[in-house]
């Protein structure tokens, strides 16, 4: 099983649409949790963090279930713009201060 | 400031040949890491150092050297280029309060 499992993509929406992407970890020590996005070919940068409670960044929520080890980003009034990679990112803190990346899900937005 | 740099955006080299890609930070991080990502793999760790003058092997080090230059700077060495180290490399630092990584722009080697 990988450390880090996500849905896999793309998922091609269109505009406006409401969108949830969900990963799964394996490590039930894990402390901190994030969503990276990257755009084709460009490196990756962080979209937001993900806590115990949940946060909300404008349009973008994230969610974290420890019980379950699952978190989920749901993007809402999709725009053209958020076409991108986003990765589900995990850092085990066993691990040296590693990071643990997903594959990502590919999302395509479309007019 | 700059973030994250990396030199050289692009490279070509022949089977043999030897390079070393060039990472520097200006945020004061004391962590660095040198990632790999390929088509179908996201993004795998080659090695990383968790402060000045440490440094430790991840998930995929076959082929690779580092060295800390000192806490700004971050190189990985590749001895003797195969096919197979074809790929993107990111360089990334980070902070230990949030753990978050700063990733650069990232170095597209090909290997023929």
């Known amino acids: 099983r990988k450390e880090v499992e996500q849905d896999p993509g793309p998922f091609n929406v269109p505009e406006g649409a409401t969108v949830a992407f969900n990963c799964t970890y394996s490590?039930?020590?894990?402390?901190?949790f994030f969503w990276y996005r990257q755009d084709c070919r460009k490196e990756p940068k962080l979209l937001m963090s993900?806590?115990?409670s949940g946060n909300e960044d404008g349009r973008f929520t994230a969610q974290l279930n420890r019980a379950s080890q699952y978190i989920s980003l749901l993007i809402r009034d999709s725009k053209l713009s958020d076409s991108a990679t986003y990765l589900c990112?995990?850092?085990?803190?066993?691990?040296?201060?590693?990071?643990?990346f997903g594959q990502g899900t590919e999302l395509s937005v479309k007019p | 400031n700059a973030g994250v740099t990396q030199t050289p955006k692009f490279q070509v080299l022949k089977t043999g040949q030897s390079m070393t890609l060039q990472c520097a930070q200006d945020?004061?991080?004391?962590?660095m890491y040198w990632y790999r990502q390929d088509p179908g793999m996201g993004l795998r760790l080659i090695y990383y150092?968790?402060?000045?003058?440490?440094?430790d092997k991840g998930e995929v080090p076959n082929g690779y050297n580092v060295s800390r230059l000192n806490k700004r700077e971050f190189s990985l060495r590749l001895e003797s280029a195969a096919p197979s180290q074809t790929s993107v490399y990111f360089c990334?630092?980070?902070?230990?309060?949030?753990?978050?990584?700063?990733f650069g722009p990232g170095t597209r080697l090909t290997v023929l």
């Open positions: 990334a630092s980070s902070e230990i309060v949030t753990d978050t990584q700063y």
């Open positions: 490590n039930s020590a894990s402390q901190s």
């Open positions: 993900v806590y115990s």
């Open positions: 990112v995990v850092n085990p803190r066993n691990q040296g201060g590693k990071l643990i």
């Open positions: 945020m004061n991080h004391n962590s």
């Open positions: 150092s968790a402060s000045e003058g440490t440094t």
